[in-house]
């Protein structure tokens, strides 16, 4: 398992947003929460946390790679998938 700190746009060390590698999937976590997951080809969002806070947003959108506007359409056409990530 491979964990590290996100980068700010300024290439500076964010602390309490982290991406996690663990045997071929990749996790982006804030705080003690995972918000999404990557793996098998699939995207995974956490149905409660993934759209909790402003600053989670922020490093949501750059682990995907995309605005908050992708992201819901994603969700709505099915691409992505809603589910709990916490339990």
């Known amino acids: 398992m491979q964990v590290e700190n996100?980068?700010?746009t300024r290439g500076n060390t964010v602390p309490?947003?982290?991406i996690i590698n663990h045997k071929g999937e990749?996790?982006?976590q804030s705080y003690r929460v995972i918000i999404a997951k990557?793996?098998?080809?699939k995207t995974y969002l956490d149905?409660?946390?993934w759209d909790?806070?402003?600053t989670t947003g922020r490093y949501?959108?750059?682990f995907l790679n995309e605005t908050i506007k992708e992201?819901?359409?994603k969700i709505e056409s099915g691409e992505y998938i809603l589910t709990d990530l916490n339990s």
């Open 26 to 28: 990749e996790f982006f």
């Open 71 to 73: 992201t819901r359409a």
């Open 6 to 8: 996100m980068k700010s």
């Open 52 to 54: 909790y806070s402003i």
């Open 38 to 41: 990557k793996g098998n080809g």
């Open 16 to 18: 309490n947003q982290f």
């Open 60 to 62: 949501r959108n750059q």
């Open 47 to 49: 149905s409660y946390y």
